[in-house]
């Protein structure tokens, strides 16, 4: 049956029915893209169920934690490369080949090892190659969405990844709790996830012409320095990227020490350190992505940013709370107001930039916002950890840090604020997106 006909008895089904929101023209697209994030589910909480990993199965250390956080949100220092890459190489390769990569690395869950340090750079080495997958699929988008559809389509997308990856968590949660010595079959299974999703993806219809290849390539130094020249030239996207660096760093800073906090600071059991850590925040991404996605094609970026910053104030607040006290209910309720904030902010990650560019620099701006995350993202752990703890011993060498522990969630907080007078203040004065302005 085609993906564009109903079926038999006349009723269309409910893919056909969120095919139906959007012109003719973009649903194969849509539907292979859909099918291929099922697979990408993993992408989404192969974070957090690494870092419940780490806290509850392997012993692991906070520098471990910090370790991991910094590849995470650190490999999008790597960012700009997909725009230099993309020139050369077809933009959905991108995609196509790291799934794999990353798919096979996951197998390397099941060697041997000494635990957490081993487990740590593994699954590092994978967020290394994600980034390639990640700005690749967000140039794509601009080539496969209109404007008036792109957030629709990619709270659609977001939403198919989520309830995959909300099963992957479910299933994780029920998983460490019976088998805990064979975490690493759990890792397996997503990477045969991946393989599947770059299967799909790969049959997604594109133009032959590469609409990202450049007419005059230019040295590395030259593509740097012009790059630079296009991103201060434009105030607007230089304002919007430093109230996106205040709230982000505040991520960066605060979002990995809550399972801990959760042990040493409210004595949570390890089941409820998995449900607040990996299975609320993709439970409440399924319920919340495409209506953020569909609110989000009437508002600018700034507007959306600035009302998920002042979601991340409260957030924070009641993590601090929850520390501080030593009570659970506050760390669940922050935990449930984040992943509401991120809901509705990975989309508007993904699709801010393009706002600011002309059709011919998606893939630059892109490349930036992901380069400037990676900065942002390699600095935070490491600083979360220095404010957090007395000291943290790596090998020989001991680390003397301010001993803040959960009041450091404050500092996000205030990081939070400022992100969000920035954002609304320059909503107020916007012009538009620079394709109609």
């Given amino acids: 049956m085609s993906i564009e006909s109903p079926p038999p008895d006349g009723a269309p089904n409910p893919i056909q029915r969120a095919l139906n929101r959007f012109p003719t023209r973009y649903r194969p697209a849509l539907f292979f893209?859909?099918?291929?994030?099922?697979?990408?589910?993993?992408?989404?909480?192969l974070f957090p169920i690494a870092l419940v990993v780490l806290e509850t199965l392997l012993d692991a250390e906070v520098w471990h934690q910090a370790v991991l956080a910094s590849f995470f949100f650190g490999s999008c220092l790597f960012g700009l490369l997909v725009t230099r890459i993309g020139s050369v190489v077809p933009m959905r390769l991108l995609v196509t080949v790291p799934n794999c990569v990353i798919g096979l690395l996951l197998f390397g869950t099941m060697i041997p090892s000494d635990g957490a340090t081993w487990f740590t750079l593994l699954i590092g080495a994978t967020f290394l190659l994600k980034v390639f997958q990640q700005v690749a699929e967000m140039n794509m988008f601009r080539m496969l969405y209109p404007d008036s559809h792109r957030s629709a389509a990619v709270g659609l997308l977001r939403a198919v990844s989520a309830i995959s990856g909300l099963t992957v968590t479910i299933t994780s949660w029920w998983w460490f709790a019976l088998w805990p010595n064979w975490y690493s079959s759990l890792f397996c299974i997503m990477g045969l996830m991946l393989f599947s999703s770059a299967w799909y993806y790969s049959?997604?219809?594109?133009?032959?012409?590469?609409?990202?290849?450049?007419?005059?390539?230019?040295?590395?130094?030259?593509?740097?320095?012009?790059?630079c020249r296009i991103f201060f030239s434009d105030r607007r996207f230089v304002l919007y990227q430093f109230g996106f660096a205040l709230a982000g760093i505040a991520n960066h800073i605060g979002l990995y020490l809550v399972p801990r906090v959760m042990r040493e600071e409210a004595g949570a059991s390890d089941s409820t350190i998995r449900f607040v850590a990996a299975v609320m925040p993709v439970l409440l991404l399924v319920m919340t992505a495409p209506l953020w996605g569909r609110y989000m094609d009437k508002k600018s970026p700034m507007t959306a940013r600035g009302i998920f910053n002042v979601l991340q104030i409260f957030a924070f607040a009641f993590y601090a709370l929850g520390g501080i006290i030593g009570e659970v209910w506050p760390l669940f309720l922050g935990g449930a107001i984040h992943a509401l904030s991120n809901g509705g902010g990975a989309i508007n990650w993904i699709t801010g930039s393009m706002y600011f560019a002309k059709p011919e620099h998606?893939?630059?701006?892109?490349?930036?916002?992901?380069?400037?995350?990676?900065v942002r993202g390699f600095i935070g752990p490491p600083l979360a950890m220095f404010l957090f703890v007395e000291t943290e011993t790596i090998g020989s060498l001991k680390i003397e840090g301010l001993g803040m522990g959960p009041w450091v969630f404050l500092v996000s907080a205030v990081l939070s604020l400022l992100g969000a007078i920035m954002m609304f203040t320059q909503a107020k004065f916007d012009t538009g997106p620079k394709s109609t302005a």
């Fill in 203 to 227: 049959k997604i219809p594109v133009p032959k012409k590469n609409i990202f290849a450049l007419e005059k390539r230019e040295g590395l130094l030259k593509a740097f320095m012009t790059g």
């Fill in 33 to 45: 893209d859909a099918v291929s994030n099922v697979g990408n589910g993993v992408h989404l909480v």
């Fill in 362 to 374: 998606v893939s630059l701006y892109n490349g930036i916002h992901v380069f400037l995350t990676g």
